[in-house]
């Protein structure tokens, strides 16, 4: 009786145990109740600016002037929808004048002002995207050659190479402190070094972008004329 007691005594504890382990992978699916101790209301303005300085330069002025001096459209369509890969270049370590850009794009935080950042600058990215399908389609009065790039720039922006840069600079931080002893007391030299890195990389895979959109466009743009072909052939639209 004393042994069956003690087996549903354990039994209860390990259940209670797993119950509990269970609330907290459950709880960590939202940011929402979690606490980031480097994050302080105080510091608000300071963020505020940085993600205001961001969108006026990044997201706004550099694509204007792409427009105005009538950059290849290639480039065009390979800069706009990677904004977000620039703010995670920008962002390193918080960035500078006393991490303004520490929330900008980190979809790791936990912070709700990390959270509706990060969304942001999705969502930017997202609007340039569309813009580029929708300003190709008006350019060239073919909904087919608008959509074709759109198979390469939503490929290279969304799945592949926010994550490998961030890797690649903390590689070269390590680097750069191990063989030539730039660390933690030149701050401000480590990070221009490591941003300016981080935006070669950006830079090349935004131009290798553009020359992939210039090559298979028109393969793809055939191939969405095939596809349409055959479902209204098939569906009579």
Do not use: C
């Amino acid at each position: 009786m004393e042994n069956k007691i003690k087996s549903e005594l354990k039994m209860n504890k390990s259940e209670r145990n797993s119950r509990k382990t269970a609330n907290k992978i459950e709880a960590q699916r939202s940011i929402i109740g979690l606490y980031d101790s480097a994050y302080d209301n105080r510091d608000l303005p300071k963020y505020l600016f940085g993600m205001a300085i961001y969108i006026i330069v990044f997201v706004i002025f550099i694509p204007y002037l792409m427009l105005h001096y009538k950059v290849p459209d290639e480039i065009l369509l390979a800069y706009v929808p990677n904004v977000d890969i620039l703010a995670t270049v920008l962002g390193y370590e918080g960035g500078p004048f006393s991490n303004m850009w520490r929330y900008l794009y980190n979809p790791s935080n936990i912070s709700m002002f990390g959270f509706m950042s990060t969304t942001i600058m999705n969502y930017f990215a997202l609007l340039g995207a569309t813009f580029m399908v929708a300003w190709q389609t008006h350019k060239h009065k073919s909904w087919k050659r608008g959509w074709s790039a759109a198979f390469i720039f939503l490929l290279m922006t969304y799945l592949l190479p926010g994550n490998l840069i961030v890797i690649l600079q903390d590689k070269v931080a390590k680097y750069m402190n191990m063989y030539f002893g730039i660390g933690n007391n030149e701050p401000l030299l480590r990070y221009v070094l490591i941003v300016l890195f981080g935006l070669t990389l950006a830079v090349s895979i935004i131009y290798t972008e553009s020359i992939i959109v210039r090559t298979t466009r028109s393969s793809i743009e055939r191939g969405i004329h095939v596809a349409h072909n055959a479902v209204k052939y098939h569906f009579n639209f």
